[in-house]
């Protein structure tokens, strides 16, 4: 066996510059940071919108009572994306009754509602049998944070 044949089939020795090593770390711990910036930035606008929102409830200020489509939204704004059932179940929750004959019914109609007005988008549909409940997951979007907001 020749000593040439041993050292062509090893890896080749390339020497690394540890300094461009670090530098490729420090800029993929900044892209991961940034992203993780904006998705806090984003959390943080949600929950002043839900403490806006929820302000004159906490208050228990009953000269404005808020309407159907006022609490479909603020719901949305504090928890995140959710199901009409578990919207109820928040807005039930909150304090509120909901003395409709058939109170999903009507928040069925009211979150399609809000999503021709575009005050709420689809997030998704899940039917999958290991997804919570089946039906469509409703999301708020800036055009209802505005509604919230005035």
């Known amino acids: 066996m020749h000593c040439d044949n041993v050292i062509s089939t090893l890896m080749p ?3 690394r510059n540890p300094h461009a ?3 490729l770390a420090v800029q993929q711990e900044l892209q991961q940071r ?3 910036r904006e998705s ?3 959390r943080i606008a949600e929950l002043e919108d839900a403490a806006r929102a929820l302000a004159p409830l906490a208050e228990g200020n009953k000269a404005t009572p808020m ?3 006022e609490l479909c939204l603020t719901v949305l704004a504090t ?3 959710m199901r009409v059932p578990a919207i109820r179940d928040a807005i039930l929750l909150m304090g509120v ?6 109170p999903l019914s009507v928040l069925h109609m009211t979150m399609m509602r809000l999503l021709v007005q575009k005050h709420v988008q689809l997030v998704a549909i899940q039917n999958a049998p290991n997804s919570q409940g089946s039906g469509p997951i409703f999301g708020i979007t800036p055009a209802g944070r505005a509604v919230l907001n005035r």
């Open 34 to 36: 940034k992203q993780e």
């Open 13 to 15: 020795y390339v020497p």
């Open 21 to 23: 090593q670090s530098l």
């Open 40 to 42: 806090i930035d984003r």
């Open 97 to 102: 009754p909901l003395e409709q004959k058939n």
């Open 67 to 69: 309407t159907l489509v």
């Open 79 to 81: 928890n995140g994306p």
